[in-house]
């Protein structure tokens, strides 16, 4: 998988979508009974910005399913950024006229996800993508040409929510769900679990002492104040992934997520940050263990 820098898309993420999706239909099959726990939906409507119907995942699904997807979701995170949770998630339903207009996503996470449901490929409606704005948008200026044509294929990344797909992307940049237009029955619609990862920290995995990681990255972050003392304001989050031997020494460190920005005039010096911090990892030396370790180290960044 590429590293995580504008957006992510993981096909066939979890074998408990087809659990998830079953009971969303079942919980649809007969419109005419009244049960309680059909009464649990919030008709979200937001008048020119948002449109949809939304309830607390951890509550609507079966306890045991629900659980073992969270926690895969957890998981993924923790080795892909370094965060250690997810924010708790919505379902959300588009039905005809469902919609989010361009927005961004903040404070809530460092990296925000969506995980379809939707039964994509019977879809009768139209619509229902994730748009993500591309760079060229946000900095329209630098490499602009008055020859060149422009239409919405090159200002946004478009994104199907196909089922059992997990995009995760920087909910720094402006996004939106298109429109959807066709059936007002719930199973028809757009299905997703949506929210944040949440959390950034060290994850080991592995007998790697955190104190002796901890040591590590007191150092780490030493060098990082004066790298940063007169270069760009940075914000965003850059993951590193690495391995560290039963000798203590460290494997090739790779970059597994780097949403961090620059204003255009520092990005070099931003780049050449960066790559110093994945220098200064790849030469630590940790005493001798009983075993492998791997390790997810997120840095954040932030002004």
Known sequence: MAPLR???VVDRFAPEAKGL????????????????DRFVWDAWHVEGQY???????WRYFPRRLYEAFHQRLAWWGRRTLGCHDVSPPWLSVYVDGGEQRLHGD???????????????????FRGGETLVLKELALDYWRDFTSTRALEE?????EVAPRFNRLVAFDPRLPHAV????????PRAGRVVIHGWFVQPRPFIEGPLPAAALGRAIDGLSEALTGWLADGPPIAGL???????????????????TDTTRAPAEGDRDRARVMRAAQRHVAAWHFPKQRGPSRVTLPLVFER
């Open 6 to 8: 504008r957006l992510v």
């Open 21 to 36: 999706r079953a009971h969303f239909e079942e919980r649809f099959a007969d419109p005419r009974r009244a049960t309680e």
């Open 51 to 57: 449109s949809a119907l939304r309830t607390p995942a």
């Open 106 to 124: 903040l404070p809530h996470g460092p990296v925000a996800f969506v995980f379809s449901l939707t039964d994509w490929a019977r879809r009768s």
């Open 153 to 157: 294929g090159e200002l946004f990344d």
């Open 178 to 185: 298109r429109r959807v237009d066709g059936s007002r029955d």
């Open 238 to 256: 850059l993951s590193l992934g690495l391995s560290v031997t039963p000798a203590g020494r460290v494997g090739r460190v790779r970059v597994l």
